[in-house]
């Protein structure tokens, strides 16, 4: 089992940056691959970001390719995405997900966070 919690989130002018946090519990995360997902009122849940369990593989949504990063940190069990130049249509709330695979972490991952609200201003 694995729960994962995130934090960083907040308000933001456009062209700012924020980092979110996505803590993990369980001993078998530094084995799963990890994604952030967003879903802004009334849009479908989107994903933006995965890392792989080493973190030497990472896949971005063409909508923040450039502009977001995601890492983890597997000895503190938590994975980081870092989002710069924000923008208004960046506004969502966030959630990190977890999986033990690379393809399906970014479709249907068993494991989530309770999500963070991001919100930029123009």
């Known amino acids: 089992q694995v729960r994962l919690v995130e934090s960083g989130g907040g308000s933001v002018q456009a062209g700012g940056s924020l980092r979110l946090s996505c803590a993990a519990s369980?001993?078998?995360?530094?084995?799963?691959?990890t994604a952030w997902f967003r879903q802004a009122p009334g849009k479908e849940r989107e994903l933006v970001s995965a890392i792989s369990w080493g973190g030497r593989r990472t896949d971005y949504a063409d909508s923040v390719k450039g502009r977001f990063t995601i890492s983890r940190d597997n000895a503190k069990n938590t994975v980081y995405l870092q989002m710069n130049s924000l923008k208004p249509e960046d506004t969502a709330v966030y959630y990190c997900?977890?999986?033990?695979?690379?393809?399906?972490?970014?479709?249907?991952?068993?494991?989530w966070g309770q999500g963070t609200q991001v919100t930029v201003s123009s």
């Open positions: 997900a977890a999986d033990l695979n690379l393809i399906t972490v970014g479709i249907v991952p068993p494991y």
């Open positions: 369980g001993r078998t995360f530094s084995s799963m691959c």
